[in-house]
């Protein structure tokens, strides 16, 4: 009679099953969370889409984009949580900071207006359009002073450099980093600006068929393949609760886009050329300061533009 054969795993069969244990954990656990980051994000592009209808429907009746979110609701934004990202770990309003008031024109609708680039840890950006799209993009790095930059934040001084190879050095003051993204053209669309009230002077050297822009009070600025400055002057004026903003552009190579803020008027500034636009806002409130957002549409009742050209760099 043959013995019953009791042998037990050894310690490389222990190791193995361990092993495929642990992987399996790990693919679960990743399926996991995977499936709720998804579920944020899809969460983000609802609300980013009832804000666009919203925004549509504050354009059809007041013939302008809103100046803030905040003035959506409730009129127009019935739930005020639709403001805030699942993915957004602060409290209050996500999207204010990453809000563009745009004067709205048919040639603009892949010009982005709002976005959200807070998913899949950072590498998910997601972008409304003024053709009231909602789209899904690959976010770009951008670094300042050869640090990783962070979407939404105001850096002053020193050189941000993006992943097309575009440079903007800070010759003074201080600029925000609004965005950077893979966009419904399969472009990567790059945005700064000019905070309010800031003094800025920036030098942006654009090296590819990307597109670029850049905010100020008075202007957007967008590029493809050029080299130009930027200089934002802004004086605030108490007794009136006003703000006065001059912003000035001249293109050292290529052409630049400008569209003034107020009416939405265009302008092509080419080489040795320049563009000077003043306008008038009302002084930005010192609770909303707490947190950067590019600067509102400034009012229709003071406008000036001057253009320029051939004359010297060192004059304007």
Not at 4 to 16: C, P, V, Y
Not at 156 to 167: I, L
Not at 290 to 312: A, D, T
């Amino acid at each position: 009679m043959k013995k019953k054969n009791n042998r037990g795993f050894s310690l490389l069969e222990i190791l193995i099953i361990c092993f495929i244990g642990i992987i399996f954990l790990l693919l679960v656990f990743g399926l996991i969370t995977r499936s709720r980051e998804l579920t944020r994000t899809m969460g983000c592009v609802n609300n980013l889409r009832q804000i666009v209808q919203a925004i549509e429907n504050y354009q059809a009746d007041w013939y302008q984009p809103p100046p803030s979110l905040e003035v959506l609701y409730p009129r127009y934004v019935k739930n005020e949580k639709v403001f805030h990202c699942p993915s957004d770990r602060e409290e209050g309003n996500s999207y204010s900071s990453f809000y563009i008031p745009r004067v709205f024109s048919e040639e603009d609708v892949n010009k982005v207006f709002l976005v959200c680039p807070r998913h899949f840890r950072g590498r998910k950006t997601i972008g409304a359009y003024l053709s009231y799209s909602v789209d899904i993009g690959d976010s770009q790095k951008v670094y300042w002073s050869n640090m990783p930059a962070e979407f939404g934040k105001i850096y002053e001084g020193g050189k941000m450099t993006f992943s097309d190879g575009t440079t903007v050095e800070i010759k003074s003051g201080r600029v925000g980093l609004f965005s950077s993204f893979v966009d419904t053209s399969g472009k990567i669309y790059s945005i700064i600006y000019v905070p309010e009230g800031e003094n800025a002077s920036i030098e942006v050297k654009h090296q590819s068929d990307s597109r670029f822009e850049v905010i100020t009070p008075a202007v957007i600025a967008g590029v493809a393949g050029t080299d130009f400055d930027v200089r934002t002057i802004s004086l605030k004026i108490p007794f009136l609760k006003l703000t006065y903003a001059r912003t000035i552009v001249f293109v050292k190579d290529g052409k630049v886009k400008v569209k003034e803020r107020v009416f939405g008027k265009k302008y092509e500034i080419k080489r040795n050329e320049g563009i000077k636009v003043k306008v008038l806002y009302w002084a930005l409130l010192k609770k909303l300061l707490k947190k950067p957002r590019p600067p509102r549409i400034p009012l229709k009742k003071k406008l000036e533009i001057i253009e320029f050209e051939g004359i010297e760099h060192s004059l304007y």
